[in-house]
Nanobody, 123 residues
Framework: QVQLVESGGGLVQAGGSLTLSCVASGRTLSSFAMGWFRQAPGEREFVASLSTDGGTTYYADSVKGRITISRDNAKNTVYLQMNSLKAEDTAVYYC?????????????????WGQGTQVTVSS
């Protein structure tokens, strides 16, 4: 069992930056592919994912070039660096862990989910 706790959300002006963190407990994160999703009013959508070794990443088209996913397995932590934020980035952001070495954009690939952290971008 893996417990995931996100942090780092908050209120930021458009054009600003935030870094979200996701700390895992219960198991070492190094054996899990990790993903970030977000949910505004409506469906939860994929943001980014990262393989166990950090060598493979996937990003939603809407965030490419502005958002970077990374991991520090020694700290059991995954990060989401968000730059040039837009009002449409406003959402609750969730991290998720997959038993696979590489996972993509499907929610069903992920076995464990955090509770989310709110990001609000003011225009």
């Amino acid at each position: 069992q893996v417990q995931l706790v996100e942090s780092g959300g908050g209120l930021v002006q458009a054009g600003g930056s935030l870094t979200l963190s996701c700390v895992a407990s219960g198991r070492t994160l190094s054996s899990f592919a990790m993903g970030w999703f977000r949910q505004a009013p409506g469906e939860r959508e994929f943001v980014a994912s990262l393989s166990t070794d950090g060598g493979t990443t996937y990003y939603a088209d809407s965030v490419k070039g502005r958002i970077t996913i990374s991991r520090d397995n020694a700290k059991n932590t995954v990060y989401l660096q968000m730059n040039s934020l837009k009002a449409e980035d406003t959402a609750v952001y969730y991290c998720a862990a997959s038993h696979a070495r590489v996972s993509g954009s499907l929610m069903g690939e992920y076995a464990y989910w955090g509770q989310g952290t709110q990001v609000t971008v003011s225009s």
